[in-house]
């Protein structure tokens, strides 16, 4: 019976009973401060310790800065007046770095899960070497943990997101940017490090950028009670993202979620990935653009944008270009609903602007071929994704996630960068 | 940021932690004691936990009963003698009952996931009203507790395995059973009950039979190393499930694992699920004997028989058959492991006796489709599953599981049931 129950997991002690607390009150302050004011006495409530356990707790996480104190008081529901807690706006924090076929955007989130800074740079990345496109990255990067600091804000860490199946640091292939094992933490870790000389060198980790994308969409976007679903962003390729009960699903390898090349039609075009009849070549960018009659000059998002002009004005031949795409997505979708059990499919990129034309035929495809059942049409569970759903924040945030659940780690800011 | 690594979890204390301890311990015992003899200083080694902590622990498992220790007394590696320990040969236990379309199989699974006791009835199930069936099903269940009881076993508990989607104690659709919406949890515990006037009612679950038969392939069977795997079952449907890093994932409502019912061909023959041409229609059992010239008469098992026979003696029709059900599984799977990333897909059922012929044009599917590159031919990831695939034994090894999870809530043989 090996494998059963294990692994073991850690023992626990009273020093991991202290650190999983203070990560409790932690979140309890972030969750309790968004509904109005954090009191020890609403943490204690919330997370069922003593009130005099949580005294002890937030004193240290008051000290070491994880927390601040209003001098206010005022009277609670019920006992003496407390004060206001509040996660604090300066100190740890996380930077996201997303790199895209034809942008370099990057932020620095707090431990409240705000964006504090944003830069975002426009250039075409497919014509350069992927040492030059991190170098440029890392560029941008520094200035804005510049401007962070500034506000005294210390990023521990720092996330990529990238539009390609990333394992173990490294971009295993990413066919719409032409990378092919590129070890990008390792590169944008060293080029960060040159342009910050005397500094701590900054931790930096990577990840799938329609994986952060999804997580950012789980974070801050409206998705209300839902906490399992399957994100599909369209764009030149079609990434995806499965997240279950709240968290990312990323498979064996990393390499889970690539939905734009299940197999539609087995004879089907040729796709860059070497297979054929992927459901990027008939509800990608590309395929979309070229089955409305619309040409892609001057980069994508014209394309996009005159194809939503032509929806919205009723060209057939539009119509029926982003009709056949929805068809394509709800054959697919239903597959992988049928597999994956969500309680929603979310569509971002290019999908989220052409949602009136694009979903009924979706629908149609996933209530005839769901077996549950629960995919009926005005279900609700096929929707566009919120502006939220964006992977340089997601990238940011899975930084601040690590500090959240963990303080003590970071209890030194003096250690950890900028 | 709502959702952000919620929900909190319950808070750490030292009552948790004792009984928290206490499961690692006994599970410890139980790996300890498949490698050789388990020791207190081994277990001390393997969990972390001091010496006199694991005496403790130890101390409170014997008085409880989920552990024995030998008289015998032998030289450790290092320090005085220690006894011998054991998992409890007897106690509490799991019972598991899989219903299917043919037939009832019952058995008890002891602390060690030993299969003790097996009842299995032949009979068609499909004529019968779902009350009887599970009244039937109930009563093979009463005498296997009896043939339990005679050997110092104490189910705990019993989950059922099912040959549908299961959610919330009910069948909500078992297509190839003909149910719909069946209660089954309480039609099988009310029946069982009447039986044993007098005792305790036993709880029951229930759960999804290829889940179950992949918990066993995962738990007992031969998949060394590999934690992340798809599970396909060859049946009169097409069973399937997800085992994600050890763990089952069931989706948000249960239904997940449904790759009979992917979409080969849109506009392909009806299946019984209501949508059209899903794998089921071109890779379960009827399309694959229909395809060979082989006839159903006789039961299913006698006609995959005559097929296994036919393509040992190189029947061209028949050869011709299993490969083509070869290559759309191929293209099938192909589409869920770009989704989901596992390490192996392992096919039980009518597939198991039919690799040599159906590996091959599977594997060139996946070797071609599969956007990782790791599914090359001769990567071994398409596996047949292990006799130990057996969805009662894993619906009894699942009951086991909360036992060794938490033995303090099990402490009470007296008070849970037989």
Redesign the interface.
Known sequence: ??????P??????KD??RR??LS?VL??V??EG?AGEATRAGVSA????TRAAVSSLVEQLLETGFLTESGKTFSGQAGRPGTALKVARTGPAGLGVEINIDYVSVCVVDL??TGRVRQTEHLDNRGSAPADVLARAAGIAARTLDSAREQGLHPVGAALALPG?VSGGSV??APNLGWNRVPAEELFAAALAGMRPGTPALPVRSENEANLAALAE???GG?GAV??FLYLTGEIGVG?A?V???RL???????????G???VD?SGPECR????GCLEQYAGQSALLRAAGVEESGGGATGVLELERRVRAEDARAVAAVAGAGRMLG??L???V??????AVVLGGIYRGLMPWLSPPADE?LT??V????WSRGSGRLRASSVAGDAARGAA?LVV?DV??DPVAYARPAQVGT
Chains 1, 2 share one sequence.
């Open positions: 019976m090996k494998n059963y129950l294990s073991l997991g850690p023992k626990a002690d991991t009973v999983h607390n409790l979140r309890a972030r969750d968004e919330r997370v069922g310790l409240a899960g199946l295993r292939q789980l974070w801050f998705l906490r399992s995806g499965l279950l009960d709240g699903l990323r498979g064996a390898h990393g390499f889970a979620g690539e939905i090349h299940v197999v087995p990935c070497g297979s054929r054959q697919v239903s597959g992988a049928n597999l994956f059990d969500p309680d495809e005839g071929r077996v549950s059942g629960l945030a996630q959240l659940a």
